[in-house]
């Protein structure tokens, strides 16, 4: 067979026609429980009549419209997420990408404005924020950057969670630090709220702006709106992604007046960012999401899985490790390769992510219930038994 996609993916030979809540529907008929969730994209599941009824409503009335008019359902959007956070200010993108591209120039710019430019941007090791050239190199990883040459200048990597690094690295030439409160890609690593909160600090004394990457972990993931509420601190500028728009593509940036003053008018732009189709998606999801109980119900559901998860380590020792994240961002520490948990999950249908640092994420839908939490982790035991038996463990 000719390929005519790209080949950049390592794609499973599944193909699925159809979702419902936390299930998908093969072409064969075959159904699976869906713990990866479009990894973390899909919020509420799929097909949710309300978001459903938001998409049809809107594209029989407007698709697009250019951001030379003002977009209604944009305003809206934008003014639910200003009254649940610290921001002041909101630019819609399409992709989580897109937001680390604004989030980069918006720090950059505002030290420009300050009439002492800083271009420094520290990172940590492990991180993710996305595959255009501005984000691969502010990861910085072997993986992502090797032959895209030369890369832009002005990322600086520390060890992940290395306090001590990121006292003796931030300064008077820092421009931002830029990081994950819980690295996806990672591995399912959260950073300790107390080093949250010391970062926060730190960003402080020295001016850096403080950018918080919650492209996977916000959007009520971890039971939290978004995850540093945790820590009790804000920061200057956040992406957001994935989840906001519950499978429509949509993308933010979020920033207090004073980091996005500098945005001015020209500055940047986008053709459709923040198109009424997928604000009004948007806007629906996150008044699911903001919803009086809706969060508390994921926390509940949290602790039911994370519960079930230690049971299921304790079960299998030879497979599992351990048992980390927060809320419904949940990751398998595993002793053998995730790839081949997640392959031996197919088997027994149900949908896993891996991640590095041997990690396998399960990134359920918020509104996955109980009993579906229950099936998940029976059809995780019988993988893992299943990979337990197998011969010899393959390489990835
Ligand atoms: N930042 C984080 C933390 C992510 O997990 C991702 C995607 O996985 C991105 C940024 C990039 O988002 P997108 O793939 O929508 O461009």
Redesign the pocket.
Known sequence: MIPTILPTYNRAPLAFVRGEGSWLTAEDGRRFLDFGAG??VNALGHAHPALVAALAEQAGRLWHVSNLYRIPEQQRLADLLVQASFADTVFFTN??????ELAIKMARRYWFAQGAPRAEILTFDGA????STG?IAAAGSEKMVKGFGPLMPGFRTLPWGDMTALEAAIGAQTCAVMI?PI???GGIRPLAEADLRRLRALCDESGALLIL?????GMGRTGRLFAHEWAGITPDIM?V??GIGGGFPL?AVLATERAGAAMTQGSHGSTYGGNPLACAVGARVMEIITAPGFLDEVGRKAGHLRQKLEGLVAAHPAIFEAVRGQGLMLGLKCRRPPADLVRAGHEEGILTVPAADETLRLLPPLTVTGNEIDEAVARLDRAAAALAAAPAPSSV
């Open positions: 990894i973390a992709s989580g990408t897109e937001a680390a993710f924020h996305g595959r984000a994950e690295q996806g890609e990457d919650e492209v996977q972990c992406m992604a994935k993308g």
